[in-house]
Nanobody, 122 residues
Framework: QVQLVESGGGSVQAGGSLRLSCAAS?????MGWFRQAPGKEREGVVS????????YYADSVKGRFTISQDNAKNTVYLQMNNLKPEDTAMYYC??????????????????WGQGTQVTVSS
């Protein structure tokens, strides 16, 4: 069982930035961030293959969000810039051991953090 501990999040005005952190134990091949807005299904935001830094971003966040990792700390980060009101959601860190070559499909993540709220006001 993977334990995921998230931090960060909060409230910010549109155009602002936030940074989320997620410490994993153990650290798995694939780490990712998902989000769920009220009344909507959970969606994948970004995934990373921790063994090679290969990443995949949802179109809605490309160019604004950046995932990074510190392997020594078993931690992934999500830097969110130019935030928009539609980014408002509960954000979840996730882990998976399933990958296809260097990619980490969103639909195979099975371990989840407790979630952290991100609220963007206009």
């Amino acid at each position: 069982q993977v334990q995921l501990v998230e931090s960060g999040g909060g409230s910010v005005q549109a155009g602002g930035s936030l940074r989320l952190s997620c410490a994993a134990s153990p650290y798995t091949d694939c780490m990712g961030w998902f989000r769920q807005a009220p009344g909507k299904e959970r969606e994948g935001v970004v995934s990373i293959y921790t063994g090679g830094d290969s990443t995949y971003y949802a179109d809605s966040v490309k160019g604004r969000f950046t995932i990074s990792q510190d392997n020594a700390k078993n931690t992934v980060y999500l830097q969110m810039n130019n935030l928009k009101p539609e980014d408002t959601a509960m954000y979840y860190c996730a882990a998976s051991s399933y990958r296809v070559w260097l990619s980490c499909p969103f639909d195979h993540f099975s371990s989840w953090g407790q979630g952290t709220q991100v609220t963007v006001s206009s």
